[in-house]
């Protein structure tokens, strides 16, 4: 296969697909990587109809989890650029392994975010999990590329005088999860606002940024409506459609009556 192209998204293992580019040529890889928890895609949690939410979750075994989180960010550190940075989002259960992956290939953490999201599980026996961890990495902190103004003004204040920037940069981002009621969807996805909360404080307009878990496609989408260039990876045939029909249609989201069409151009504004 020739050497992938940006702007493109291809059905295949990210790390054949990741094997296939240069090297450092990715500015900026935001992904959201398979749990390892057997999660069961088609659940009917949050009043989700499971006839909306397309087949094909790929889990990964507990066993091998570590060996795959190694064998996917050593790829992944070599195509990043050194000004470059890199967003991983995991759950509790398996975090050890990406941390000890993370450390053991050379990545530098910056931060250690927490996703807080409006609500999770019922549980009967233990706390409600009802946030994500991220870490935000680099190759070389001294070259990363980090737009501090990108969302606020220094001098930006809220209605009772405290720095909106401030806020904006707390390493706890309260950000609600989307539930596209009516329409299709994959079991697991990033809110828009995340998405681009990340692009604006690391990427700027015509900067590559690489999704290795494609997924529903939401990284790609919010790129490219964002104006960057985007690329990902995706080995779930129906989800690989459904994220290639969005970027080509140019939508957010699609209706699971066909005959209603696709809608909603997604407001970045």
């Known amino acids: 296969m020739e050497i992938v192209q940006p702007n493109h998204i291809y059905l295949m293992d990210c790390r054949e697909g990741m094997r296939l580019m240069p090297e450092a040529c990715v500015d900026l890889i935001v992904t959201d990587p398979p749990f390892a928890i057997e999660f069961s895609a088609k659940r009917s949690n949050y009043n989700r109809k499971a006839g909306r939410v397309l087949d094909g979750y790929n889990e990964i075994p507990q066993q091998e989890y ?3 989180t190694l064998s996917w960010m050593q790829e992944a550190y070599r195509v990043l650029k050194e000004t470059g940075s890199m967003y991983v989002f995991s759950g509790w259960n398996n975090l050890r392994d990406i941390l000890n992956a993370l450390e053991e290939i050379g990545f530098i ?6 996703w807080k999201y409006q609500f999770g599980v019922f549980t009967k026996r233990r706390f409600v999990s009802s946030h994500y961890h991220c870490l935000y990495v680099c190759k070389d902190d001294s070259q990363r590329r980090f737009y501090t103004e990108s969302r606020y003004p220094a001098d930006a204040r809220d209605t009772e005088g405290r720095s909106l920037r401030y806020q904006d940069m707390e390493d706890v981002w ?3 999860r989307e539930y596209w009621n009516g329409d299709f969807k994959t079991p697991t996805k990033l809110p828009a606002e995340l998405v681009k ?3 604006q404080y690391s990427s700027r307009e015509g900067d590559l940024v690489l999704d290795p878990f494609l997924g529903s496609g939401q990284v790609a989408v919010v790129a ?5 260039q985007y690329l990902g ?3 779930v045939p129906e989800y690989y459609e459904f994220a ?3 970027l ?3 939508v957010y989201r699609i209706k699971a009556t066909e005959s209603d069409g696709a809608e909603l151009t997604l407001p970045l504004d």
């Open 248 to 250: 080509e249609e140019g």
């Open 66 to 68: 570590y060996e795959f």
């Open 224 to 228: 490219k409506q964002m104006g960057r």
């Open 197 to 199: 909360k990340i692009l």
């Open 244 to 246: 290639q029909r969005r």
């Open 174 to 176: 309260v950000i609600p």
């Open 233 to 235: 990876f995706e080995i």
């Open 109 to 114: 953490t910056v931060n250690h975010i927490i």
